[in-house]
């Protein structure tokens, strides 16, 4: 059976790099496999980065049966094309994950970042139950241009530090957390009304969105 046309289910906005710097992301949540591997052929031959977030592992597939040395990372659900990140300019942005269970989320940022062109750090499990641990990455975050925070449970995180650094807070609330969490509404709560100024704060588990504000805050002067 001959494979559905592409405009019967998506319209590819291929002059987005051109009109705001960065390119237009495929998110693969809800799409079908052939879907995603029809959206793929298309941006085979479409020059910059593209982005396939929220792809699991049949999503993955379809993208490298066109695309066979995309770039894959399965905990983060991202699929990248070309496979090699550009070369960073601008400032650097850290990533902060407050625990193991955030990680998905925290990969996705810093892979975001990465692909946007940004040198990018990771630094995971320092949530607020151990204060000492972010103590000791103080020094690196102070020398990010951004940094992301992604935490769940109480998600105090973004607002602790916040109060340490001169850079503004990406505060991301994810979905971790025992049933008062409310799959990430209390964290985002939290976050919201955070005591130290300078947070800004993305959607529940949007690594994707906070990567990208953060890739831009990071930009060199100038430069999209």
């Not at 070369?87 to 269970?101: D, I, K, N, Y």
């Not at 940004?118 to 990455?137: I, M, N, S």
């Not at 916040?162 to 850079?167: D, S, V």
Request: aromatic residues 4%; glycine residues 10%; negative net charge.
């Amino acid at each position: 059976m001959a494979e559905p046309d592409l405009s019967s289910y998506a319209n590819l906005d291929l002059d987005r790099t051109k009109r705001r710097g960065y390119p237009e992301a495929v998110y693969c949540a809800g799409k079908t496999p052939e879907q995603v591997k029809g959206i793929a052929q298309a941006l085979r031959d479409h020059t910059g980065v593209t982005l396939f977030t929220r792809a699991d592992q049949e999503h993955a597939d379809a993208v490298r049966a066109v695309l066979p040395d995309a770039f894959h990372d399965p905990i983060a659900k991202l699929v990248a094309w070309p496979p090699d990140p550009p070369a960073p300019t601008g400032e650097r942005v850290v990533v902060v994950a407050a625990g193991t269970s955030d990680l998905p989320v925290a990969r996705e940022a810093a892979l975001t970042a990465e692909y946007l062109g940004r040198a990018t750090d990771l630094v995971v499990d320092v949530g607020v139950a151990g204060l000492h641990r972010v103590l000791a990455h103080v020094e690196l975050l102070r020398r990010a241009r951004a940094v992301v925070v992604v935490a769940g449970m109480d998600g105090a995180l973004p607002g602790v530090v916040a109060g340490l650094i001169a850079a503004p807070v990406v505060a991301v609330p994810t979905s971790v957390g025992y049933g008062a969490a409310f799959e990430g509404l209390a964290a985002l709560l939290t976050m919201l009304n955070a005591c130290a100024p300078g947070v800004a704060v993305v959607n529940i588990d949007n690594g994707y969105g906070a990567g990208h504000l953060a890739a831009q805050i990071a930009a060199a002067p100038g430069q999209p």
